[in-house]
């Protein structure tokens, strides 16, 4: 071990040179380890939004097939051609909701019907009135009411809540626990317009069949955000005119034939990378000449999206950085071992062995890095936070309006027609939503001890590679060549 | 002990070798001088003798055994201390761990002992005081008395010294010769140095001239 007593001697008897060996290593290390930080932050931020931002798996009537079926007729028959959707079968959810990698599903059931008891929000700009019939074409105002009642699971499973785009403000949302029952969470604009309060009751009149009046009795409030535009088919009023209640209540509503059924069932996937393969063992249960499985993981495509790219770059800094590292420092060594070819003679003339010599250069280097490494560690802290930042707000924006355009088709939903409302929220809300999420995801750029062994492990390579390419020139030296001059 | 056998050397050209069948014996015990013109190729032999370099002809054999079959690193590191004009001490550390350092390296009986190498510097007139100090705040015939040191501190039977009192002043010149004779003679070494000066070369025990590529003994 002689040869680490020297290297030793010679970092500390040469501090000058040393300490500029030390910053030249802290700088390039801290390069590496912003690209670590970068990388382990983003792999870290991916895995947070496989948690955080949902995929859905979404059973519904096959819109498609439907449609097909309506242009065939009309070319056979001469009559209006009618597009006939068929509502979904709750016995056919049941079974989705056994597959794995589902973590909860909602029923939305919509329908609309008549204020009786209360006055409903007028909006000033738009649709005069409540109960006008939608837009041109559409003739069946009878089974249009003024008040949209949208039947859910439970209020915090339906998109615009868990999007955050409405939100409870009084008493309680609608629970699994609601089935069956008269309880309706009403919007506040409704609320105040018409002094009702949590507990009271109010009155509505069916829009279609019997037409029977029913009591209805108000357990929360919530407020819709201005921008809340769930389920806004052509024929919807003012969003404060929507109710939610149990899906049970809304098929009282259509009629007793839509008992045990739903407009869609919407189906939370905890694992986001596993809805393609829920889709696939969705589709063997269900008739799918009548049903259809739509899914939606926009937003942990989006948020995976930005991440990888951000991930990749991260990537190419680290390698990057690295190979220029080693080049520099090698340059750098070799200039150093050739000032020091006459120690190297010495230690040759006195029959020290060639390794020995490198394993001297080596450990001189590794004293330097170790010091390095700790300084590195501290500086590339902020170097990281600071790149991250950057990249990620530029990435999410770029990701932000890919998404934003793709994700309309949800509005289109709508052709309204025999009962069953337009999209129950669709891709187009849902992307939206999604937006909001992965903007907001921030790299959290922290140090951690893995971060530092990695460090210390690419700090070690680049020292090990620049000495063995330097080292090319003590395998060579001649003793004689040193001394005798 | 050393035994040159048709010993030659040429750097480029084959038909102008600097020496060619050099047969001299040096024996324990003995210092020798080796006399010559400039340019005649003394440190070349020199380097030959101190394994730093190998033969073009001939062979140089230590007890018998040819450096060849020994192995030159091996040699260099357990039978032979070199002693430079230009001292050919680690500029970076102290006299004292010049010492330890050689010692180490050739793995020295007395390997690792502090209080020896003091006291082989302190015999030398390096005391303790200039002993722990950076090798270059010496002066030129202080450093030469440390890399003399050095040889005496590592158990080399063989010293060669490629005129070590070169630019020293002639007091310090005659300790130095001193020393060299009490390696020899005290230590039972076997003691080769390169010289000009004619004052140095009378006080071994024997004298070489090398002219005309050959050795010449001076009686
Ligand atoms: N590496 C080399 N390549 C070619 N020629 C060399 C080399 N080294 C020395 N020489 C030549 O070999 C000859 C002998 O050199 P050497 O150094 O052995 O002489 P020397 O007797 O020690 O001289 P001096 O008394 O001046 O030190 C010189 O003519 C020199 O120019
Ligand atoms: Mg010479």
């Known amino acids: 071990m002689n040869f680490f007593k020297r290297a030793w001697l010679n970092v500390w008897a040469k501090k000058g040179r040393s300490v500029l060996l030390i910053l030249v290593s802290s700088a390039i290390l801290m390069f590496v380890l912003a690209g670590l930080l970068i990388r382990s932050a983003a792999v870290k931020a991916t895995d947070q939004a496989k948690a955080n931002v949902g995929a859905t798996v979404t059973l519904s009537a096959n819109r498609q097939a439907a449609f097909k079926k309506m242009q065939n007729s009309s070319r056979s028959k001469s009559s209006r051609p009618k597009m006939t959707l068929t509502p979904v079968k709750l016995s056919d959810a049941t079974k989705i909701t056994k597959l794995?990698?589902?973590?909860?599903?909602?029923?939305?059931?919509?329908?609309?019907?008549?204020?009786?008891?209360?006055?409903?929000?007028?909006?000033?700009?738009?649709l005069s009135g409540g109960n006008s019939g939608g837009p041109g074409g559409m003739?069946?105002?009878?089974?249009?009411?003024?008040?949209?009642?949208?039947?859910?699971?439970?209020?915090?499973?339906?998109?615009?809540?868990?999007?955050?785009?409405?939100?409870?403000?009084?008493?309680?949302?609608?629970?699994?626990?609601?089935?069956?029952?008269?309880?309706?969470?009403?919007?506040?604009?409704?609320?105040?317009?018409?002094?009702?309060?949590?507990?009271?009751?109010?009155?509505?009149?069916?829009?279609?069949?019997?037409?029977?009046?029913?009591?209805?009795?108000?357990?929360?409030?919530?407020?819709?955000?201005?921008?809340?535009?769930?389920?806004?088919?052509?024929?919807?009023?003012?969003?404060?005119?929507?109710?939610?209640?149990?899906?049970?209540?809304?098929?009282?509503?259509?009629?007793?034939?839509?008992?045990?059924?739903?407009?869609?069932v919407t189906f939370n996937v905890s694992n986001p990378a596993k809805v393609s393969s829920v889709k696939t063992a969705g589709k063997k249960l269900i008739n799918t000449s009548k049903y259809a499985l739509s899914t939606d993981d926009s937003s942990y495509q989006t948020v995976k999206a930005s991440m990888s790219n951000v991930e990749s770059f991260a990537n190419k800094i680290v390698w990057l950085v690295a190979i220029a590292g080693t080049i520099i420092l090698a340059l750098i060594v070799i200039l150093m071992i050739?000032?020091?070819?006459?120690?190297?003679?010495?230690?040759?003339?006195?029959?020290?062995?060639?390794?020995?010599?490198?394993?001297?250069?080596?450990?001189?280097?590794?004293?330097?890095?170790?010091?390095?490494?700790?300084?590195a560690g501290v500086g590339g802290k902020f170097v990281g936070s600071q790149l991250g930042s950057q990249l990620v707000s530029q990435s999410t924006t770029t990701t932000q309006t890919t998404t934003s355009s793709t994700g309309q088709p949800g509005g289109s939903g709508a052709p309204g027609g025999s009962g069953m409302k337009g999209g129950n929220g669709g891709p187009g809300n849902m992307s939206q939503s999604a937006n909001s999420k992965a903007a907001k995801t921030e790299l959290d750029v922290s140090v951690s001890a893995v971060n530092l062994a990695e460090l210390g492990g690419f700090g070690l390579a680049i020292t090990f590679l620049s000495i063995m390419i330097a080292s090319g020139g003590i395998l060579r030296l001649e003793p004689k060549k040193v001394l005798i001059s | 002990m050393?035994?040159?056998?048709?010993?030659?050397?040429?750097?480029?050209?084959?038909?102008?070798?600097?020496?060619?069948?050099?047969?001299?014996?040096f024996e324990v015990g003995q210092s020798y001088a080796i006399l010559g013109h400039s340019g005649t190729g003394k440190t070349t032999f020199l380097s030959l003798i101190a394994g730093?370099?190998?033969?073009?002809?001939?062979?140089?054999?230590?007890?018998?055994?040819?450096?060849?079959?020994?192995?030159l690193t091996n040699y260099r590191r357990h039978d032979v201390s070199i002693v430079f004009q230009?001292?050919?001490?680690?500029?970076?550390?102290?006299?004292?761990?010049?010492?330890?350092?050689?010692?180490?390296?050739?793995?020295?009986?007395?390997a690792g002992d502090k209080d020896f190498a003091l006291k082989t510097l302190n015999d030398l007139g390096i005391g303790a005081d200039l002993a722990t100090r950076?090798?270059?705040?010496?002066?030129?015939?202080?450093?030469?008395?440390?890399?003399?040191?050095?040889?005496?501190?590592?158990?080399?039977?063989?010293?060669?010294?490629?005129?070590?009192?070169?630019?020293?002043?002639?007091?310090?010149?005659?300790?130095?010769?001193?020393?060299?004779?009490?390696?020899?003679?005290?230590?039972?070494?076997?003691?080769?140095?390169?010289?000009?000066?004619?004052?140095?070369?009378?006080?071994?025990?024997?004298?070489?001239?090398?002219?005309?590529?050959?050795?010449?003994?001076?009686?």
Request: proline content about 2%; glycine content about 6%.
């Open chain 2, 134 to 219: 950076n090798v270059q705040h010496l002066s030129g015939g202080q450093q030469q008395r440390v890399a003399i040191a050095r040889t005496m501190a590592c158990d080399a039977q063989l010293v060669v010294a490629d005129e070590p009192t070169g630019n020293l002043d002639e007091d310090n010149t005659k300790g130095v010769i001193e020393q060299f004779q009490r390696i020899a003679h005290d230590r039972q070494k076997c003691v080769i140095i390169v010289t000009h000066e004619p004052d140095v070369a009378s006080q071994c025990d024997h004298q070489y001239r090398l002219e005309n590529k050959q050795f010449t003994e001076l009686v």
């Open chain 2, 86 to 110: 230009a001292y050919n001490l680690f500029t970076y550390m102290s006299p004292l761990n010049n010492l330890l350092t050689a010692m180490a390296i050739t793995g020295a009986e007395h």
């Open chain 1, 100 to 126: 794995s990698n589902i973590s909860s599903y909602n029923v939305t059931s919509s329908t609309s019907v008549n204020a009786k008891s209360y006055d409903t929000v007028s909006t000033s700009s738009g």
């Open chain 1, 338 to 375: 050739r000032e020091r070819r006459f120690e190297i003679g010495v230690l040759l003339s006195l029959g020290e062995a060639r390794w020995k010599i490198v394993a001297q250069f080596f450990a001189e280097m590794l004293m330097v890095i170790v010091v390095a490494v700790a300084i």
């Open chain 2, 2 to 25: 050393l035994k040159t056998q048709g010993l030659g050397y040429w750097y480029q050209d084959k038909d102008q070798p600097l020496f060619q069948d050099i047969n001299l014996e």
């Open chain 1, 139 to 264: 003739k069946s105002s009878t089974s249009t009411g003024d008040t949209q009642i949208d039947g859910v699971t439970s209020t915090s499973l339906a998109t615009d809540f868990s999007s955050k785009q409405s939100k409870i403000t009084k008493g309680r949302g609608i629970t699994a626990a609601d089935k069956n029952t008269n309880h309706v969470v009403i919007e506040k604009d409704l609320a105040s317009q018409n002094n009702l309060t949590v507990g009271d009751t109010i009155t509505v009149k069916e829009a279609t069949g019997s037409k029977d009046k029913v009591k209805l009795k108000i357990v929360g409030i919530y407020k819709a955000s201005s921008t809340s535009s769930s389920s806004a088919g052509p024929m919807s009023t003012d969003p404060a005119n929507t109710m939610y209640t149990s899906y049970t209540l809304a098929n009282t509503f259509k009629g007793t034939k839509y008992a045990g059924t739903a407009d869609s």
């Open chain 2, 52 to 71: 730093l370099d190998k033969p073009k002809a001939g062979d140089i054999l230590l007890d018998d055994r040819s450096l060849k079959k020994i192995g």
